[in-house]
């Protein structure tokens, strides 16, 4: 599996410049309150992973795969955890770099603001990338954003009917409790939603005739 | 010890306009079997049913005497595939296959990989997007050798190759099957490869195996007669195995030609080629 989790490695690595240039230019513009590089860097690490997935796809990297030992599992899990990897390294630039930018602005480090929003911003990293995968896997990369597009309108849509004829309030109320342990929660959904994208993703890709 | 390195038993698989239809032969260890056939004749679909990048199919497929399905991993750390087509994401080089491989074969040889690397000119720090589509076929076939396997499914690994080059690849499996215990089964349309190093012959059309014979028996045996209509008139049904008509003459493909030659009383049957072979089978009339 860690020649899998390599090949990805080496192709993030391959566009290694133009990410380092994109990060010197959000850091400049962070700096001058042109926009908040905590977002834009989490934004960049998703379009990253997905591309490996469109490289995969155009050179048919994904039939090859079934050719090797485990060719199949190890690629899928090989992603994964590429992706977590890849949220780690992210996390940890924008933490620092976040903490550069408030000196840097304010003169002080707010280092419970920036810590809450790094949680967070692994939390919504992996959240948008577990919901994904599985349909990129399930359609492709092409057929997959079309995909994604009509789930996200179908949730949207759906969600908003419900909560005409539904009153949330009593479940939001129920579940208020978590604040106090929002830190724990976030971690329990983390590892839930992970592993069950990732048990999906697999089934599919056992599954899949090329 | 085995006898077959690969046994392949009524593999079947439907789509909407195309049947695999009871696919069965067998390739003995220590030997080339030339898989030929026309575009669309069934070939790809063969290869990529045995190694499972197809689903779904019915038929039973062992590799060194093993079922496939549950020895899976383990028989493929000891087969080599080249595939039309299907290969590592353009942006990587050949350094980082290497890298990638190690992590992948147990048996991954990273000395062997840079010797296939050099002798075939190929580059370690391009990327794959950057070199030639003979040189693209020439890093797919040093990756499918460099873990030492003992079988090497190839589907058309000489295509996009000029000659000098096609006939370095040729040299290289000449090589690789000096060990008894390796085989190739070899699947292309340029015929006269395969006259050059195949032993076996499997014949695919329209999904089905039309002959599965050693090359020689093959071209020792069958003939082709050419003659006028009156001679072709004379020639019983059953003695031949198909037959096309040209302008001035007809083209006779016979599965004997001792006995067509003893019975008929012809003077020449030509020789037949393995381009022969599959034009008349395919093109011609029964």
């Known amino acids: 599996m860690i020649g899998f989790i390599r090949k990805d490695l080496a192709m993030i690595k391959s566009n290694f410049k133009l990410l380092a240039i994109l990060t010197i230019v959000y850091l400049g513009m962070s700096l001058a309150g042109q926009m908040d590089i905590s977002f834009i860097l989490p934004f960049m690490c998703v379009m990253i992973m997905i591309s490996t997935f469109s490289y995969d796809e155009f050179n048919n990297w994904n039939a090859y795969v079934v050719t090797f030992p485990n060719g199949r599992k190890n690629s899928v899990k090989a992603k994964y955890i590429a992706t977590l990897l890849m949220i780690v390294i992210v996390t940890i630039i924008t933490t620092i770099l976040s903490f550069i930018i408030s000196y840097v602005r304010t003169s002080t480090i707010d280092y419970i603001n920036i810590l809450e929003m790094t949680f967070g911003l692994i939390f919504g990293t992996l959240l948008v990338q577990t919901f994904m995968y599985p349909i990129i896997y399930k359609f492709g990369i092409e057929k997959g954003r079309i995909a994604i597009f009509i789930i996200v309108f179908g949730i949207v849509i759906s969600g908003g009917l419900l909560s005409q004829f539904i009153d949330l309030s009593g479940v939001l109320n129920a579940l208020s409790f978590l604040e106090n342990y929002w830190v724990i929660t976030i971690i329990i959904l983390s590892v839930l939603l992970t592993y069950g994208s990732y048990r999906i993703s697999l089934a599919i890709e056992m599954k899949k005739n090329f | ?286």
């Not at chain 2, 147990?106 to 990327?127: A, G």
């Open chain 2, 1 to 286: 010890m085995m006898k077959n390195i690969l046994e392949v038993n009524g593999l079947t698989k439907k789509y909407d306009n195309f049947e695999l239809k009871n696919v069965s032969f067998n390739l003995p260890r220590g030997m080339i079997m030339g898989f030929i056939g026309e575009n669309g004749a069934g070939k790809t679909t063969t290869i990529k049913s045995i190694l499972d990048i197809i689903k779904d199919y019915s038929g039973k497929v062992k590799i060194f005497n093993l079922d496939y399905r549950s020895h899976e991993a383990e028989i493929k750390e000891e087969i080599g595939v080249v595939l039309d087509d299907m290969f590592f994401p353009e942006i990587l080089t050949a350094q980082d296959i290497d890298n990638v491989m190690r992590g992948i074969y147990k048996n991954w040889d990273s000395n062997l990989f840079n010797n296939y690397l050099k002798d075939f000119d190929l580059p370690r720090n391009k990327q794959i997007k950057t070199l030639s589509k003979g040189m693209h076929k020439k890093l797919e076939i040093a990756t499918a050798l460099a873990h030492h396997p003992k079988l090497l499914i190839l589907d058309e690994p000489t295509s996009g190759l000029d000659p000098v080059a096609r006939s370095e690849v040729i040299d290289i499996f000449q090589d690789f099957i000096q060990n008894d215990d390796c085989s190739i089964l070899f699947s292309t349309h340029i015929t006269t490869d395969l006259e050059q190093i195949a032993d076996y012959i499997t014949f695919i059309n329209d999904g089905e195996i039309v002959l599965s014979k050693t090359k020689d028996e093959l071209l020792d045996e069958y003939g082709i007669v050419k003659c006028h209509e009156e001679e072709f008139n004379k020639i019983s049904k059953k003695d031949y195995v198909k037959y096309k008509k040209n302008k001035c003459e007809y083209e006779v493909l016979v599965e004997n030609k001792r006995e067509f030659k003893k019975k008929y009383k012809f003077e020449v049957i030509d020789k037949m080629t393995l381009d022969d072979l599959m034009v008349l089978m395919i093109k011609g009339e029964k």
